[in-house]
């Protein structure tokens, strides 16, 4: 069993940035890691993930280029580093595991989901 816990959400203004964490405890050995979100009425989506070596990333093409992942597994904690951010990145941000070394785009293929952290961009 794996816990997660987010944390960093906030209200900003649009062009500010913010830096999400997402600590695990628990089997958290050789586990990819990634970063959905969910806006209201809209479903939750892929945001970023990252294997567990944190070798290979991958980005939804709306935060390309402006969101970072990385990964400590010394302190068993990922970040998302997001910069630039728009109104429309407005949603709560969930981390969550799965048990392989690669990372998914797919929210079915995660096992383990932090309670999520609100984000709220104004213009």
């Known amino acids: 069993q794996v816990q997660l816990v987010e944390s960093g959400g906030g209200l900003v203004q649009a062009g500010d940035s913010l830096r999400l964490s997402c600590a695990a405890s628990g089997r958290t050995y050789a586990m990819a890691m990634g970063w959905f979100r969910q806006a209201p009425g809209k479903e939750r989506e892929f945001v970023a993930g990252?294997?567990?070596?944190?070798?290979?990333?991958s980005y939804a093409d709306s935060v390309k280029g402006r969101f970072t992942i990385s990964r400590d597994n010394a302190k068993n904690t990922v970040y998302l580093q997001m910069n630039s951010l728009k109104p429309e990145d407005t949603a709560v941000y969930y981390c969550?595991?799965?048990?392989?070394?690669?990372?998914?785009?797919?929210?079915?293929?995660?096992?383990?989901w932090g309670q999520g952290t609100q984000v709220s961009v104004s213009s």
């Open positions: 990252i294997s567990w070596s944190g070798g290979s990333t």
């Open positions: 969550a595991g799965r048990g392989s070394v690669l990372a998914s785009t797919s929210s079915d293929a995660y096992s383990d």
